[in-house]
């Protein structure tokens, strides 16, 4: 075979050591290859070569005419040979087989003949690639063959290794890299050579194995191998390998490492992500040895960033750029700036480019490329991050903060040394308006502080927080920002809690950040929001002990210069705050707790004297807040228990400068709230029960005077509020109060009607001063109900009431004076009543008020029916009639006339209309109702004061005329009042009922079939009280039961049901009815069928022949006067309704009574008798007298 011929069947590189012959000089060509024969490495690698070829069948041809011509001998039989007809005769323990084999061949020094070498091989490699039907025993026996072979014939062994590499198909190569694993551990010096031939057959293995155990024993065979390579090109020996070969190495396992990084990154397991780091980090071991081939590397590296700016969804791109940098950060090399910069560059492009839409999984690969970047060249990453925080570009300053922040948690040694500089250059950013980047901050901020606050000592980075916390509350007070700013505004403000509420405080220096730097975030309005996560902190920090007080050394430079340039932070300062927050319900109830969980952990800066107290009284109130005390069920109920809370704690500090300076406060702080304030409300009461607490006068009314002088009476809540303060103060300071509010009323009345200057008089008629009229009169009732028995008695008359006139009398008597006046009636009367009743009232001025509340009734029955002064007044005469002595019985018929036509009889069924239509209609029908019921409660003190039967009368023909009336909503009304009265006459057991039991059951019995189904069960419950109270008065049992069993057929839509059941229910009230009171009930009667039209004149009929049918002949002494009703109904209108039912009325009392029928029917008829009258008569004149 030529040279030329060899060189062309050899790999790249071999033909290096051949000297080179031309054609047809045979001596050149026979030194050649003598030179040949004479390098021991060349001659190796033909000895593999050889092997090779015997794997894929191909022998050269001068090999082939050699054993063509060659005489066969006789090969002696071995060890080895009986074996391995064993294993081919599949006889005996296959694994025991392969033990004695390995046996025989390392213990044999002769070498195997090559036709016993070739069929073990043949044999071995059978069962070492076996995929299934070979058991792993089998498959390491016949591995440890292998390697004892070795021991002869390296060469055809390692041959026949890699052919099994490089298959294709469904072949096992689990055992196979791990005889190349043991040859090497065995044979490295004599593997050495054969490098190019391994690359080249892992090549295979990687675009074959995707994951597993195969994977990790590649990794483990390679990372194997080319230490081995390092080892034996440091150690200074001969290189086995031609210049030309070396290279082809190089480029296989630049190949190699291509191939590894890209087809092995989506490894899952953390086994194979190592296995793979590994393998990467042993191959760039090799290469970066030398010069020529670093260059190499790093053009790979940037050739794996580049397609990040071709494609869309990088992330198998920046997988792989992971998984190189991960290797390259294990081992000792230096990447060229500018080659770095290049790499991080396109990375962080790739990172803040909006354009590219990224998946979350790409945006995080990238990210930590990024982080492994900083890891191998710390400072270079840092400053290229630094620089990008100048840029213009918003996403990329964004995404630099980003970074930034996570370095800062990495911890880094190079980062924590540079970390001040850092932090300078992103406070310089504090100013930038873009949301992003305000966000971007407060992300690094808290990163900053989860893991090195040392940093944070040249930037305020908690007085940041709370400073975007307000400014992000300013922008959105401000209204002017759109539904997408104002939530992005909303989530910064969220992420400003977040931060705080999430520090540990047990990270060093945590605690010298924090406090008391907190407490200065506490007073603020604008920080309301962040007390929450400033509780938390507090508490932890108290959990440590961390409270105490420090020296001013000792403190953060920060929070020193904040306490000489602001206002000086007073206990009375910080509890006032915090009180306002607890008690403003419109800050939730998270926010509440947050309040109280800061005054009980910081109660020793406030005074020595309340730790107790309050450690036993705040989870009181705490559990209320969480609902767990039901006692509790609202916001007034929780008010007035942290304003007790408050009264017990300065009972308990009994400081009176103390108390006064918290006085101050509290009225500066009202002073400077808004109108609108929703804590202005509380405001006014926490005033007011500290001034109660205050023991100066000239103290109490300086600050009472202050504010009667600067609230607007004319906003509700202002008026409100000026009742509570002056109410809340004259609990423990009746007097004092009391005497401001004289002095002050006798200022707004003083000059009235005497001769004054035009601008006094104008002030004194502004609407002003009306309206602080109307709100001391107020006040006047509040103070009284909370003055105590002696102090009542002894100014109620003279100074509280009279007060209260002389305002009155001084006002224009608006709807607003009106309400006042009546409402401080009211609560005077309620106050007198609830001391007892050892002390009558005064007579004369019991007189005078109801002769107010009389006039004020009078004034508004013909005006606007939403008006609240009926309402107000029957309150006030509910409360004024129980006080002593009573009324005369003509006041008090005239009040109850009067009462009954504002709030029954008012307003008609037009007016209901409208109102029913109009936008107050819910508020008015609400007011209507409670008027309803004040009505009947003011009945039932009218019955318990006037014992005489006589007002029940009075009462009950009040009642009638709305009962009749043509108007549903009026007999609606009526019902529900007659209802009430019937159920005080019950449960009073009064028999006034029982007189009027007929002229009620006339009246209500046509009601039964009322249009509208609440008149109907109404009624029905009337006649079932009316019914109890007869029973009781007799001492009998109903019979038949109770009538409400009947009230589903009323229900009924259908009117021949509703007649149907109403008959039903005439039956039982008949049987029970006293036959005294026939008259009473057939007037009543009458009365409905003159007014009455339709359902309820048929039912009415109904009522009246079912009584007549049961009862027809036990009534004779009534006969006549019956007689006269019927007579007297039919010149009615509706006589045509009722006639049938007139008719059979007759004819009953005829049967029963036939003589006395006739002897009526015999007198003469009257100028004044209808002609259904005559025909009637004349019929059972004529049917009786025969």
């Known amino acids: ?106 213990q044999d020094s002769s070498r195997p003949p090559c036709g016993v070498v070739n069929r073990l091989l043949a044999e071995v490699s059978r069962d070492l690639t076996a995929a299934q039907g070979v058991t792993s025993n089998v498959k390491t026996a016949a591995s440890n063959v292998l390697v004892a072979l070795a021991r002869t014939h390296f060469t055809l062994v390692m041959a026949e290794l890699q052919s099994h590499l490089k298959a294709a198909g469904d072949m096992s190569k689990e055992f196979v890299l791990n005889t190349l694993s043991k040859l090497f551990s065995t044979y490295a010096p004599q593997c050495i050579p054969f490098v190019w031939l391994m690359l080249a057959g892992l090549r295979s293995v990687v675009g074959q194995v995707k994951s597993g155990q195969i994977l990790r024993i590649a990794c483990a065979v390679l990372k194997q191998w080319l230490d081995g390579v390092k080892t034996y090109l440091s150690s200074g020996m001969q290189c086995p390998w031609p210049a030309m070969e070396k290279e082809q190495i190089c480029e296989n396992l630049h190949e190699l490492l291509f191939s590894v990084v890209w087809n092995w990154q989506d490894c899952q397991e953390e086994q194979d992500k190592q296995a793979v780091l590994g393998a990467v980090a042993a191959m760039l071991e090799v290469l970066l040895q030398e010069e020529r081939h670093q260059e190499q590397v790093w053009e790979q590296l940037l050739w794996l960033v580049h397609p990040c700016q071709e494609i869309q969804d990088i992330c198998r791109v920046a997988k792989s750029l992971t998984i190189f940098l991960e290797a390259l950060g294990g081992i000792e090399s230096v990447i060229p700036g500018d080659k770095f910069l290049d790499v991080t560059s396109a990375v962080f492009y790739q990172l803040y480019d909006d354009s590219k839409q990224h998946s979350e999984a790409g945006r995080a690969q990238l990210t930590h490329c990024i982080m492994l970047q900083a890891r191998i060249c710390p400072e270079e990453t840092i400053l290229f991050l630094q620089s990008q925080l100048g840029d213009d570009w918003e996403p990329g300053c964004v995404a630099a903060l980003g970074l930034l922040g996570a370095l800062a948690r990495s911890d880094e040694p190079v980062m924590t040394e540079m ?240 108390i006064e300076a918290l006085s101050c406060e509290l009225s500066q702080r009202l002073s400077s709230s808004a109108s609108s304030s929703a804590e202005k409300s509380f405001l006014y009461k926490a005033l007011g029960t500290v001034l109660g607490s205050c023991q100066g006068v000239l103290h109490v009314q300086e600050k009472l005077l202050q504010h009667l002088e600067e609230a607007n009476a004319e906003e509700p809540r202002e008026a409100q509020g000026i009742i509570s303060l002056l109410s809340h103060a004259a609990e423990n300071n009746f007097h004092t109060v009391l005497a401001t509010l004289t002095m002050f009323a006798s200022r707004l009345c003083k000059g009235r009607n005497a001769r004054i200057s035009r601008r006094k008089k104008m002030e004194l008629d502004s609407t002003r001063a009306h309206a602080t009229r109307s709100a001391l009169m107020l006040a006047h009732g509040s103070v009284a109900l909370r003055a105590s028995k002696e102090q009542l008695l002894a100014h109620l008359e003279g100074d509280i009431v009279g007060n209260v006139l002389m305002l009155y009398s001084c006002s224009c008597r608006d709807l607003q004076n009106n309400l006042a006046l009546v409402q401080s009636i009211t609560d005077c009367s309620s106050a007198y009543q609830a001391v007892g009743d050892s002390a009558s009232f005064n007579p004369s001025l019991k007189s005078k008020l109801l002769e107010i509340l009389m006039d004020l009734m009078k004034k508004y029955y013909s005006g606007m029916p939403v008006s609240p002064v009926p309402l107000k007044v029957v309150l006030a005469l509910e409360q004024l009639s129980k006080l002593k002595p009573s009324s005369e019985s003509k006041d008090l018929r005239e009040m109850l006339v009067l009462c009954c036509k504002n709030i029954v009889t008012h307003p008609s069924a037009e007016m209901m209309l409208k109102i029913r239509k109009s936008q107050q209609a819910a508020q008015y029908l609400q007011l209507q109702q409670t008027s309803l019921r004040a009505l009947g409660r003011l009945m039932v003190v009218l019955l318990e004061t006037e014992p005489s039967g006589g007002f029940f009368q009075n009462i009950v023909h009040v009642l009638q005329k709305s009962m009749v009336s043509s108007n549903v ?218």
């Open 1 to 106: 075979m030529s040279g030329q011929q060899m060189g062309a069947s050899v790999p790249p590189g071999m033909e290096s050591p051949v000297t080179k012959t031309t054609p047809g000089n045979g001596s050149g060509t026979r030194e050649s290859f003598v030179s040949i024969w004479r390098h021991p490495a060349i001659m190796e690698r033909l000895r593999a070569l050889r092997g090779l070829f015997a794997c894929v069948g191909c022998v050269p041809r001068r090999t082939r005419r050699r054993e063509r011509s060659r005489v066969s001998s006789p090969v002696p039989t071995c060890a080895a040979t009986l074996l391995l007809q064993r294993l081919q005769d599949q006889e005996g323990d296959r694994a025991q087989a392969y033990c004695e084999l390995e046996s025989a061949l390392c």
């Open 419 to 658: 970390l001040p500089q850092v932090v300078e250059a992103v406070q310089r950013l504090c100013s930038d308006p873009s949301i992003r980047v305000r966000t971007a901050i407060l992300y690094f901020i808290k990163d900053l502080l989860s893991s090195n606050t040392r940093s944070c000592s040249a930037w305020d980075v908690v007085g940041h927080i709370f400073r975007e916390f307000s400014r992000a509350t300013g922008r959105r007070a401000a209204g002017d920002l759109s539904a997408r700013e104002a939530q992005e505004e909303g989530a910064l403000q969220e992420l400003c809690m977040d931060i705080l509420g999430s520090l540990d405080v047990s990270v060093r220096g945590m605690s010298k950040l924090l406090w008391p730097r907190l407490l200065l975030f506490v007073v603020p309005a604008q920080y309301t929001g962040m007390l929450i996560p400033v509780s938390r902190c507090v508490c932890a920090l108290a959990e440590r002990e961390e409270l105490t007080g420090r020296p001013i050394e000792h403190l953060d430079p920060h929070f020193v210069s904040s306490m000489f340039q602001g206002p000086l932070l007073t206990p009375q300062t910080l509890l006032a705050r915090l009180l306002v927050v607890a008690g403003s319900p419109v800050a939730g109830s998270k926010l509440q707790a947050a309040a109280l969980l800061l005054m009980k952990n910081l109660h020793s800066r406030f005074h020595r004297a309340v730790g107790a107290m309050w450690a036993t009284e705040i989870p009181l109130l705490l559990q209320c807040l969480e609902g767990r005390n039901e006692s509790f069920p609202d916001t007034a109920e929780f008010e007035r228990r942290l304003l007790k809370f408050l009264k017990a704690s300065l009972d308990t500090i009994e400081e009176k400068a103390w």
């Open 969 to 1186: 909503w009026e007999r609606k009304r009526a019902l529900q009042t007659c209802s009430q009265l019937l159920a005080v006459c019950e449960e009073l057991q009064r028999r006034d009922a029982c007189e009027h039991f007929g002229s009620l059951v006339g009246l209500l019995a046509p009601l039964t079939c009322d249009p509208m189904p609440a008149s109907r069960q109404l009624a029905v419950t009337c006649l079932s009280s009316l019914l109890r109270i007869q029973a009781k008065a007799t001492n009998t049992d109903i019979e038949t039961g109770d009538i409400r069993s009947l009230c589903e057929g009323l229900h009924a839509c259908s009117i021949a049901s509703q007649l149907q059941t109403t008959s039903k229910m005439a039956m039982i009230v008949c049987r029970n009815f006293p036959l005294e009171r026939t008259v009473d009930f057939m007037t009543a009667i009458k009365e409905t069928i003159r007014k009455a039209n339709g359902v309820r004149v048929r039912a009415a009929g109904k009522w009246m022949t079912t009584f007549l049918q049961m009862h027809g002949k036990d009534i004779s002494w009534n006969v006549p006067p019956i007689l006269y009703i019927l007579r007297s109904i039919t010149s009615f209108a509706q006589q045509s309704t009722f006639l049938p039912f007139l008719c059979q009325a007759v004819v009953i009392l005829t049967r029963c009574h036939t003589e006395a029928v006739m002897s009526n029917f015999s007198r003469p008829l009257g100028p004044t008798d209808s002609e259904t009258w005559r025909r009637i008569r004349e019929f059972c004149l004529q049917r009786w007298s025969q």
